[in-house]
């Protein structure tokens, strides 16, 4: 037989049971097949056997007509998968990022608005850098002030919440911009592109004026929840829900199918701010896990950063034998600010002697700021300001929603 090629129909075993599919690639000794659901597997070369090499079929362009009485959306994209289109020939998955190909992928989306787009990067999300950050803001500032009534910004998962606080904090809006993702490919059964874009596009056109992820609310296709972009973690690998709210509930839920937007009272409502752009950031910032046993030498040596960010214990715990370590950090300058690794709760460093301690040395309590969301705002807040007693009182306030007065009840 001869070798097989990636499109290439074949039938192959599989824990004994036959199975028919299209060989995508060979990968550490084992076949990769597609199956007729869509799923990858992989098998041992030797079950697979070749039936037939499919002959590509050229297909027409369909031209997709945008209403030009709908609202105005811009779709600003940095990777992911939300509108890739399956090759079922190959088994490929492409992502598609001009108009047309998002509105052939996704049909659904024409009816709620207009769209232009902009392929800003096409990345994995853990390949995110600030500089990436502050091109976003720009780009999204730019659609703002070009008129867009709401932006969308798909993104990988995995650093989604990250960017989403970045932007938030470097961009003030008086539109949606809603950051979007998919948890599984569009060749997948259970996919999530088609929904999560859908229900995207409809609270970008709604009365909702802020910087949001949104993402599937349960496991079902019921309704997307509506996150705010500080307060929000992917809490699980796959699951097409892993995306919460911490410490508040969700601003709001888009039903499905029928695309109703329901919003809390806490979301901030369209036009409540003016468009204005601080994309400065100060990348000599840091964040640090602190766990049982780990040395002061962990520590950054003085001068080495300019911030640092500490997700300590329970109320904002470190081992007391950092505390001359973290004296001369911050004696010598370095901005230091304490969160907790509890994600619900809020820190509290009045209560023990190890936090007393922490706060007679300069300390400063991050309250119930998630800790990778105080790492991306000491990075605005150092980049934005030079004044230590501004900054202080800068990262002590709720610029974004990111810290709240006080913990919601059972949260």
Known sequence: MEPLVTGDRV??????????????????????????????????????????????????????????????????????????????????????????????AIPGLSGIARYRTTQLYTILSENMTPRIWQELATAVYKEIKSGAEGVIVTHGTDTMSFSSAAVSFMVDTPVPVIFVGSQRSADRPSSDNTMNALCSATAAVSPFGEVAVIMHASTSDDRCAIHRATRVRKMHTSRRDAFQSIGIPPLGFVDYPSLNVDLSPEAVRRGSDEPAIRPALDESCRLLYFYPGMPPSALPQPGEVHGLVIAGTGLGHVSTDWIPTLKTLTDQGTVVMMTSQCLNGRVCDRVYDTGRDLLKIGVIEGADTLPEVALVKMMWVLGNENSPDKQRILLSTSLKGECMKRSHHGL
């Open 11 to 104: 039938d192959c075993t599989y824990g004994g049971t036959q199975l028919n599919g299209t060989y995508i690639t060979e990968r550490d000794g084992k076949a990769v097949i597609k199956l007729d659901s869509g799923y990858n597997i992989g098998v041992g070369m030797e079950t697979c056997r070749f039936l037939e090499r499919p002959v590509p079929v050229s297909r027409p362009e369909i031209l997709t007509v945008q209403d030009p009485a709908l609202p105005s959306l811009s779709i600003i994209s940095t990777g992911g998968t939300i509108a890739s289109r399956i090759d079922y020939r190959t088994g490929a998955v492409t992502s598609q990022f001009d108009a047309d190909d998002i509105l052939r």
